[in-house]
Structure formats: C-alpha cells, structure tokens
T-cell receptor
C-alpha cells in the first residue's frame, strides 16, 4: 500500500461545477500537507498549503482531517483552466526523503 | 526573476550509455531536490542537498545514480550505464530554506528516454 493515495480519476465535470478530491496518508507522523497542480507535460506548481484549521484561496478550499488521515481539495465554480492533475504532498521533516507525492488526480473540465 | 532551469530538456540515450542532467536552482536557494517522475505517477524523491551537502540520498534507485552540488548552487544528476527502466522525467526543485513548510519551485524537467 502506498503511503499517500489518491483517486487517479479522471474526473470529468462541466464548467461551473463543484468538484472535490481526497487524499489519504498512512503515516500519522506526517507534519505538513500541500496540494500541487501539474499541467500536462509541465512541472508541478504549488497550489496551496493545507492547514489544520482548513484554508481557502478564492475558489479553492483545502481541509485536513488528522484523525482520519486525509486531506481534501474542493474547487467551486470550476473553470476550463482548472483542467490539470492535482498532486497531494505529505511531508514529515525528520528528513527530506519524507516528502511524498501522491500519484495525482486528473481533472478535466468540459465546456 | 529566473526560475529553476534544467538541461537538457530532452535526452535520448542508448542502453548502457552514461548521462548527466543539470539543474540550475533559483539563486540563493539553500535546498535542492531531485525527483523521478514516471508516466502517470507523482514525482518520487531521489536525493536532497542543503547547500553543497547531500543530506539524503535514500531515494536513489541504484548505485548507478549519483548526484553532486559541489559549490552549493548548480547540481548534476548522473546516471551510469542507463537501463530502459531509467526512462522518466527527472525534476529538480529548489526552496529558499530547509523547512517542510517552504514552497518547492520545480524546473521544467529533463525527459530521458533510454532505448
């Protein structure tokens, strides 16, 4: 079983829809959590950090549930430009090697 | 300002050939990471430098993989006697300070194909 697991998708939703992804992690010592976005054949870019209290950035909301060991990303009023792969990242900084990327969830927004 | 750059962007190698991949991090960034990303997968950690010190190389898949950052800026990932399973995108990332909260900035990657 992978340490960080994501539903690979693809999620295919109409423009304007709300879509949510979950990411589960297996190590309870995990400390920091992030969502990265990766466009096709491009490098990953930080979308947002995920804080225990939950956080929002425009149409994007990230939440952390430590008890159940998952993080979520909610995208409201989705745009065509949101089409990408969303990577969940979990770290525990006892060493740099504990930066674990999920395999990503593919999202496709249709007109 | 300039982001992370990598060269070459594409590399085709014959099985058994040695390759060298270069990463130029953002100027002043202390931390530098190398990742390997196979098709349809997330990046997998290979190795980490803090300045010139290689603090973690536990992700390197075999002793054919070697990385260095001799002056604490540019880094080179070398793969000796390449195998077909080495075909992947090799991503370099840098961050300003060594903190788990720090954003990593990725380069565009080197796409390696071993025939």
């Amino acid at each position: 079983r992978k340490e960080v697991e994501q539903d690979p998708g693809p999620f295919n939703v109409p423009e304007g829809a709300t879509v949510a992804f979950n990411c589960t992690y297996s190590n309870s010592a995990s400390q920091s959590f992030f969502w990265y976005r990766q466009d096709c054949r491009k490098e990953p870019k930080l979308l947002m950090s995920v804080y225990s209290s939950g956080n929002e950035d425009g149409r994007f909301t990230a939440q952390l549930n430590r008890a159940s060991q998952y993080i979520s990303l909610l995208i409201r009023d989705s745009k065509l430009s949101d089409s990408a792969t969303y990577l969940c990242v979990v770290t525990r900084y006892s060493s740099a090697s504990k930066i674990i990327f999920g395999s990503g969830t593919r999202l496709s927004i249709r007109p | 300002g300039a982001g992370v750059s990598q060269s070459p962007r594409y590399k085709v190698a014959k099985r058994g050939q040695d390759v060298a991949l270069r990463c130029d991090p953002i100027s002043g960034h202390v931390s530098l990471f190398w990742y390997q990303q196979a098709l349809g997968q997330g990046p997998e950690f290979l190795t980490y430098f803090q300045n010139e010190a290689q603090l973690d190389k536990s992700g390197l898949p075999s002793d054919r993989f070697f990385a260095e950052r001799p002056e604490g800026s540019v880094s080179t990932l070398k793969i000796q006697r390449t195998q077909q399973e080495d075909s992947a995108v090799y991503l370099c990332a840098s961050s300003l300070v060594p903190s788990s909260q720090e954003t990593q900035y990725f380069g565009p990657g080197t796409r390696l194909l071993v025939l």
